[in-house]
């Protein structure tokens, strides 16, 4: 109803509240109800006027009862103590007596009737109303503020299908103990057996501030369980009001990784980029992209956007614009090959950059298995085309985006962007450019990956296709990616090759698992199907070899190791000859190069 009509309805109500409590109260005190008791209807008016004008005063009227607390309930005494200290004077004044039990009597019933019908009405919506809609039983992880929160609010919001019932949290001084009328019913260890033994079909891990490798068992055992997990957002979303407290995110596979943010140096990475001119090749890739949104937010002078696929590029350029805190960034979208070295060279000469992110690559193992020329012209020659573009056009930092499987290459891609390594280590060595590598795991939701892939497969009801039971592989996620590549162009002395530790390696099998009972599917739902290495595969990646290797720390999860030699010589020939091998020669050849097992000990590789 609107606010006229919810007025009138209240003082009306309020109305026959006020006389009820009046007359009640005369019948109680022997005070005779009739036409000629003046203190009876000086009393009556009194209260009446005072009442609406203490009300109005004090906005009771544009209260939201449903959501009243112990605030509303001090308003209502206020008010009702108010209208009986008014009625008290104008007695006193009309009739020089004050009718002290009248008035106390009077005051006790206003103050029960008026509270009594606005708790009837919370009752009624709570239990009779928000029973007529079907509800969610959900489960809280969790009981304390944030948790007790959210509970506050699923509670008082009638339109929001979730009913919570009861906690779950593994401080024992809690268990057994009600809050807000649920109880404490477990630890984190018992969320399987209470979400069926209590029907649960929805789980809110409501624990904002707990690191993530804490909260990792959490999501482990609700992925247990059938039901639908969600985790409230972080607190200071709620506090600055981005998100808020009923607004909860889905638990994504990245949440089982179990790691901590990558803490980077702001300062020096501030330094290195603001009010500069940054490059970024393959912009429109799933790094690319992601390295754009951060790089922007070190306010560079101007950032220039490289690619071949038209669609990709117009994307980021677009969602980089719409961010108007960024006007003062200038944003030049570009599409080019990198295979195309007058190209390259005449972009370079033009924008002139001052840091280049080079994330442009073939990185599709099989797909490069099977077309070896088209790794060598991508990964190889376009890395060769931009690196000597800014080297003859004295850009300060070029930053290559590597891979893990560069270690011990039995793949066409791996051998490529090893080979690729050696071309720009090769590169600082003649050059004033400073050029470093940044070597990496598997990168979760990056296209190509198998997350896209197993969530295609599990929408169309499996099975989900893992090519071998024993397969591992290192993941990190999307912005952990691009954080080491920003940083790595701050911490560039040039040659390094900088690699992130990426804690445990993760079981291909596990994640497809945790997909599934993540997406709301049991194992018995969603079929897991073995289909077998595919070419170019290995069962585990590794992010240095063992001639790389040093134990010294120079930086947290920073350390120096020594590189293989580069075999420059080599590259160069096949560079010379690849158009005239055959796909299975070129593959071997690849290999072979990248597999070289010198050591160069002059040179150094830095790990993160």
Same mark, same amino acid.
């Given at each position: @109803? ?11 109500? =309020? ?15 022997? !005070? ?20 609406? +004008? ?49 008035? @106390? ?6 103050? +029960?009737?008026?509270?009594?019908? %606005? ?63 649920? &109880? ?26 707990? &690191? ?15 039901? !639908? ?7 200071? =979303? ?5 998100v808020s407290v009923n607004q909860f995110r889905d638990v994504e596979v990245e949440d089982l990784l179990g790691r901590e943010p990558i803490d980077i140096d702001i300062e020096s990475i501030s330094k290195n980029i603001q009010g500069k001119r940054v490059l970024v090749t393959g912009a429109g890739g799933s790094i690319g992209s992601e390295l754009s949104r951060q790089l ?21 350029e677009m969602e980089l614009k719409e961010k108007k805190q960024h006007d003062a960034v200038e944003i030049t979208a570009i599409i080019a090959d990198i295979q195309d070295k007058d190209k390259m060279m005449d972009v370079i000469k033009t924008h002139k950059p001052d840091i280049i992110y080079h994330a442009a690559a073939h990185k599709h193992v099989p797909l490069m298995e099977k077309n070896p020329e088209e790794a060598v012209k991508n990964n190889m020659i376009g890395t060769m085309n931009i690196a000597i573009a800014a080297s003859v056009h004295q850009v300060t930092t070029f930053v290559m985006v ?25 590169? =600082? %060595? ?21 997350? &896209? ?6 929408? %169309? ?17 999307? &912005? ?21 530790? @990426? ?106």
């Open positions: @109803m609107t606010y006229r009509q919810r007025l009138s309805f209240f003082i009306c109500i =309020d109305s026959c509240i006020v006389l009820s409590a009046i007359f009640i109260s005369s019948f109680l005190v022997g !005070e005779p109800i009739h036409v000629e008791n003046t203190l009876l209807w000086i009393s009556t008016i009194a209260i009446l006027c005072s009442h609406y +004008f203490f009300s109005l005063s004090y906005k009771l009227y544009k209260k939201v009862w449903e959501y009243a607390s112990t605030n509303e309930l001090l308003l209502l005494l206020k008010i009702v103590t108010y209208v009986a200290f008014v009625t008290g004077v104008v007695q006193f004044i009309a009739l020089q007596e004050i009718r002290f039990k009248f008035l @106390m009597i009077t005051w006790l019933l206003h103050l +029960f009737f008026i509270g009594g019908s %606005r708790l009837v009405w919370r009752l009624y919506r709570d239990s009779i109303i928000n029973r007529r809609t079907t509800k969610v039983r959900t489960l809280i992880v969790g009981a304390g503020s944030a948790g007790t929160m959210v509970a506050r609010q699923l509670l008082k919001n009638s339109e929001c299908r979730l009913l919570p019932i009861g906690f779950i949290d593994d401080n024992s001084k809690k268990k057994n103990l009600d809050i807000l009328g649920l &109880p404490v019913i477990g630890g984190v260890r018992e969320i399987v057996d209470v979400v069926e033994e209590r029907k649960v079909d929805n789980i809110i891990i409501a624990i904002p501030s707990l &690191p993530e490798k804490e909260l990792k068992p959490i999501i482990q055992e609700c992925a247990k369980t059938k039901a !639908e997990t969600k985790i409230l957002p972080l607190l200071e =979303d709620l506090i600055t009001g981005k922007i937010e070190f306010q560079p002078s101007h950032l220039i956007l490289l690619g071949h696929g038209e669609n990709s590029i117009y994307t980021i590597s891979t893990d499987k560069a270690v011990h290459p039995t793949s066409v891609m791996g051998a490529s962007k090893k080979l690729a390594e050696m071309i720009i280590q090769d590169m =600082d %060595r003649k050059s004033d450019t400073k050029f470093v590598a940044v070597r990496f795991g598997n990168v979760l939701g990056s296209r190509g990956s198998v997350i &896209p892939l197993f969530k295609k497969q599990i929408e %169309r009801g499996g099975p989900v296709t893992v090519t071998h039971p024993d397969m591992v592989r290192y993941f990190m996620t999307i &912005p952990e990616a691009s954080r080491l590549v920003i940083q790595a162009g701050a911490l560039a002395n040039g040659g390094e090759i900088f690699v992130l530790d @990426m804690g445990e390696p993760i079981k291909i099998v596990d994640l497809a698992k945790n997909l599934i009972t993540l997406s709301g599917f049991t194992l018995d739902d969603i079929e897991i199907t073995y289909t077998g290495a595919r070419p170019g595969e290995k069962l585990f990646e590794e992010l240095l070899t063992e001639q790389e290797i040093v134990d010294q720390q120079i930086y947290p999860k920073i350390y120096i190791g020594k590189t293989t030699e580069i075999q420059i010589e080599s590259i160069q020939d096949i560079l010379a000859t690849y158009t005239s091998l055959d796909s299975h020669a070129l593959k071997n050849r690849l290999i072979e190069i990248a597999n070289s097992k010198t050591i160069h000990k002059s040179e150094s590789v830095v790990t993160i």
